[in-house]
């Protein structure tokens, strides 16, 4: 009897141990991958509102570049009037304002207060605006062309209309490459965005996009699975021990905890510290063009879940010693009391 009830006993603490450290992880869960309101941090504590998004999409970008659009070999459409124009057509405050409405439709779904996940970017409304800051940029180039009909000039080189200023001509070049592509035409929504990217190569963790309100769902379970059988399991280490066990039992489980979150807080620590000053080739994985957008959001993104996991963990840690320590005195007080009285 004795034997099954250290076996039970040893059992319940191991599920006690097992579901404090899974609230953990799901408290950290809970303050940062879903909480909406800390994957805004991220993206803008990264600046990348201020350009670099827009940098990454024209360097990462060629096939509906403007220039083979131009009808003049003499203008030069580079990715970096291409992104200059960008800039100024996209604002940081358009871009932040979109982005977040986009999380915010993103969390709506996964929590599940929306039966779809849908957004609109009306990029369509930036059209006429991207057409001036573009040939704005393309105007110095138009300007030393040579007006037509002004001098005798071969067929294959490029020159102005004389009833067209450079301003004008700059407009109407611009105007007339991207007539020719679909660039900025319509809204951006989920629809066109899927459309865009279906025959592209499968990105990992695609197939798991359409689980994730399950996987909410799931959660959402586990916060109350998890502290239930956490109390059952005190309560059974508690309950199975004879009287005089159960203080002994109580502080082997508190120590027991404690050796657990001392597992979880380690690793976390050391991330948290290392990523400070490594990317663990992170650029060399993504890119040089890409790695400037994504690396550092990634870093902000681990370093911020380890922060977490090492606050929650500590603090589950330090309380699980304090109550180790305050059993353990209880438990020597008792054996000196039970000395005397013999």
Same mark, same amino acid.
């Given at each position: ?21 899974? @609230?953990? !992880? ?9 909480? $909406? ?11 990348? !509102? ?28 580079s990715p970096e009037i291409i992104k ?10 358009? &871009?932040?304002?979109? =982005?977040?409405? &986009?999380?915010?439709?993103? !969390?709506?779904?996964? +929590? ?10 009306? #990029? ?17 180039? &138009? ?20 009833? %067209? =200023?450079? +301003? ?13 592509? +679909?660039?900025?035409? /319509?809204? %951006? =929504? ?30 959402? *379970? %586990?916060?109350? #699975?998890?502290? /239930? ?12 021990? =004879?009287?005089?066990? $159960?203080?002994?039992a109580s502080a082997r489980l508190a ?5 657990? *979150?001392?597992?979880?807080? /380690?690793?976390?620590?050391?991330? %948290? ?33 380890? !922060? ?12 699980? &010693? ?18 005397? @009285?013999?």
């Amino acid at each position: 009897m004795k034997i099954l009830r250290m076996i039970v006993a040893g059992l319940a603490g191991f599920a006690c141990a097992v579901s404090l450290v899974g @609230i953990v !992880y799901l408290f950290t869960l809970q303050a940062t991958v879903m909480n $909406r309101s800390a994957v805004k941090s991220w993206i803008s504590d990264n600046k990348i !509102y201020d350009g670099k998004l827009i940098t990454a999409l024209v360097q990462t970008s060629s096939a509906d570049s403007p220039q083979s659009n131009i009808p003049s070999s003499a203008i030069n459409v580079s990715p970096e009037i291409i992104k200059s124009a960008m800039v100024a057509t996209f604002p940081p405050d358009f &871009v932040q304002m979109h =982005t977040e409405a &986009v999380i915010d439709s993103a !969390y709506d779904w996964i +929590e599940g207060k929306s039966p779809e996940f849908k957004f609109s970017i009306p #990029i369509d409304q930036k059209r006429d605006t991207f057409i001036q800051q573009l040939s704005k940029s393309l105007e110095p180039q &138009v300007t030393v062309l040579p007006v037509c009909g002004s001098v005798r000039i071969a067929q294959n080189i490029a020159c102005r209309p004389p009833n %067209l =200023t450079a +301003e004008q001509f700059a407009v109407q070049i611009t105007t007339q490459s991207l007539s020719a592509s +679909e660039t900025f035409t /319509t809204p %951006l =929504t989920n629809e066109s965005f899927s459309q865009s990217t279906q025959n592209d190569t499968p990105q990992p963790g695609t197939s798991l996009l359409p689980r994730l309100p399950m996987l909410h769902a799931a959660t959402d *379970m %586990l916060f109350v #699975i998890l502290p /239930t059988i956490a109390i059952i399991s005190v309560l059974t280490v508690i309950f199975v021990n =004879t009287a005089g066990h $159960r203080l002994v039992a109580s502080a082997r489980l508190a120590r027991l905890i404690f050796f657990s *979150m001392l597992v979880t807080f /380690t690793p976390a620590l050391i991330i %948290l510290f290392i990523l400070k000053y490594n990317d663990f080739g992170l650029v060399n994985l993504f890119g040089a063009q890409m790695g400037e957008l994504i690396v550092p959001l990634i870093k902000t993104i681990i370093i911020d879940i380890a !922060y977490n996991l090492a606050i929650f963990s500590g603090i589950a840690g330090i309380l699980a &010693v304090i109550t180790w320590i305050i059993l353990s005195v209880q438990q020597q007080r008792l054996l000196k009391n039970t000395a005397q @009285i013999q």
